[in-house]
């Protein structure tokens, strides 16, 4: 099986950003990891930072960083996040946290931002999915 190759790029004629890539392409021996929704609720079932995105949003990224280390990923393999964040929400706060929180990526991953009447808990301001890949270890039977 060939490596996992990992390909991100800002064609000419897209708009190039440090935040973000515009496409990424995955081939070779990969793992894909699809996280589903996380909000702000911690391990113990309670809201962190209610009313207040910018710790809402420092507590999703914990999660989604606690389940990516449960595949033995971070999110440097990270290469597309959905963001779902409530109307009247500032996605610059979101930003803010999200570079204390992980910082400016070497390879930035594919990013959707949608604004959203709610979400299904009515006090989260913010909800992120993500997708990753890893090598595969071992062959496709898994020996």
């Known amino acids: 099986m060939s490596r996992l190759k990992v390909k991100h790029s800002n064609p000419e004629g897209l708009f190039d950003s440090r935040v973000f890539s515009q496409v990424v392409t995955v081939s070779g021996n ?11 609720i911690n391990s113990e079932g309670q809201l962190i930072g209610r009313d207040n995105l910018e710790l809402q949003t420092k507590q999703v990224l914990k999660n989604i960083q606690t389940a ?3 595949e033995d ?20 706060v979101g930003l803010k946290a999200f570079m204390e929180s992980i910082g400016e990526l070497e ?4 990013i959707t931002v949608l604004k959203v009447a709610g979400l299904a ?14 090598e595969e270890k071992g062959d496709c039977l898994g020996w």
Not at 73 to 92: E, H, Q, R, S, W
């Open 30 to 40: 990969a793992k894909t990891i699809y996280i589903g929704g996380q909000n702000a």
């Open 68 to 70: 990516l280390a449960a």
């Open 107 to 110: 390879k930035p991953p594919l």
């Open 73 to 92: 990923a971070t999110f440097n393999d990270v290469i597309k996040l959905n963001i779902y964040m409530v109307n009247g929400c500032d996605p610059a």
């Open 121 to 134: 808990n009515p006090l989260c301001l913010i909800e992120i999915d993500a997708i990753a890949v890893v």
